[in-house]
């Protein structure tokens, strides 16, 4: 069974360009949650997505936006791209909204320049 | 609000010693869970282990073991006889009973074993 995917792999973007990041769960799987990790730093929470709704929200700028789509797959978007933007992207699904684990793809590596 | 601390940011070992992580947790949540992490450098989170709050049992997974210490709010994680293939950066995270699946994580220790 495939795992978490994620695409791209890497990316370089220009500031003030905007950015869109793709992640394909785990067959079955209905949540998708988006974390950032900055270089040297533990993942932070973005976003968490469960049926196409918005179920939790980290503490991030109005530039982050996400949606999930009806197959479950999610894009996070990421608008007036800021250097301090430069991390990996992390996505992660789950079997439910809550109280499953949650497995990770290998993430998006975003530079922005 | 929930924290997560790993105060070592990065330990080294020789191969064959044993090694503790630690992980020291708030939370203001009666019910929770913990977890632990390992990223190798290709990115991915690998899932070790999840404990809930009930449940202070001591868990071994062959030379993985964790110790769950809900007075300290500790939650370490002890590999014995260290390989070559266990060097990797290790996250503690916590998940309250409310927060749907969003994991608190803590900064990481990165891990060097040395053959």
Not at chain 1, 16 to 42: A, D, E, M, N
Not at chain 2, 18 to 46: I, M
Not at chain 2, 67 to 84: H, L, M
């Amino acid at each position: 069974d495939a795992g978490v995917t994620q695409s791209p792999t890497h990316l370089i973007k220009t500031r003030g360009q905007q950015v869109t990041l793709r992640c394909s769960p785990i067959s079955g799987h209905k949540s998708v949650s988006w974390y950032q990790q900055v270089l040297g730093q533990g993942p932070q929470f973005i976003f968490q997505y469960y049926e196409k709704e918005e179920r939790g929200r980290g503490n991030f700028p109005d530039r982050f936006s996400a949606r999930q789509f009806p197959n479950y797959s999610s894009e996070l978007n990421v608008n007036a791209l800021l250097l301090g933007d430069s991390a990996l992207y992390l996505c992660a699904s789950s079997l439910e909204v809550k109280n499953t684990e949650a497995f990770f793809g290998q993430g998006t590596r975003l530079t922005v320049v | 609000a929930q924290k997560v601390t790993q105060a070592q940011t990065e330990i080294s070992v020789v191969e064959k010693e044993d090694v503790t992580l630690d992980c020291v947790y708030e939370t203001r949540d009666t019910t929770y869970y913990l977890f632990w992490y390992k990223q190798p450098p290709s990115g991915e989170l690998v899932f070790l282990i999840r404990r809930n709050s009930f449940d202070e049992q001591n868990e071994i997974s062959g030379r993985y073991s964790w110790n769950f210490q809900k007075s300290t709010s500790s939650f370490n994680f002890t590999i014995t006889a260290s390989q070559v293939v266990d060097s990797a950066v290790y996250f503690c995270a916590l998940r309250g009973n409310n927060a749907g699946n969003m994991l608190t994580f803590g900064g990481g220790t990165r891990l060097m074993v040395k053959p």
